[in-house]
């Protein structure tokens, strides 16, 4: 059974950066997409971005573009969240998830989320 793990949430400044890490196991991690979902306050969980299960292709939502670099190891099996230029707007638990099948592109797991506040 396929399990997530989120780390690297914290407190930062706005305009800070920060790095989330997401290790998954119990499946054969380099045949299955991966992606990134947040859940700011008021609001419900988003979309933030995703990447193929090569990592040849990235795809994301446009508050991320140029701020938000996802990416993954396959020889760790671990697939990261780069962010750039946090903006208190950010502010929120993000989570790593992924399908429940390989080469699926919807995302039906979860991991458990991890804090993220920007604030100063």
């Known amino acids: 059974q396929v399990q997530l793990v989120e780390s690297g949430g914290g407190l930062v400044q706005p305009g800070g950066s920060l790095r989330l890490s997401c290790a998954v196991s119990?499946?054969?991690?380099?045949?299955?997409?991966m992606g990134w979902f947040r859940q700011t306050p008021g609001k419900e969980r988003e979309f933030v971005t995703g990447?193929?299960?090569?990592?040849?292709?990235?795809y994301s939502a446009q508050f991320a573009k140029g701020r938000f670099t996802i990416s993954r190891d396959n020889a760790k099996n671990a697939v990261y969240l780069q962010m750039n230029n946090l903006e208190p707007e950010d502010t929120g638990v993000y989570y790593c998830?992924?399908?429940?099948?390989?080469?699926?592109?919807?995302?039906?797991?979860w991991g458990q989320g991890t804090q993220v506040t920007v604030s100063s």
């Open positions: 998830s992924t399908g429940e099948r390989p080469y699926d592109f919807s995302f039906h797991v």
């Open positions: 990447i193929s299960w090569a990592g040849g292709n990235t």
């Open positions: 119990g499946v054969t991690f380099s045949d299955y997409v």
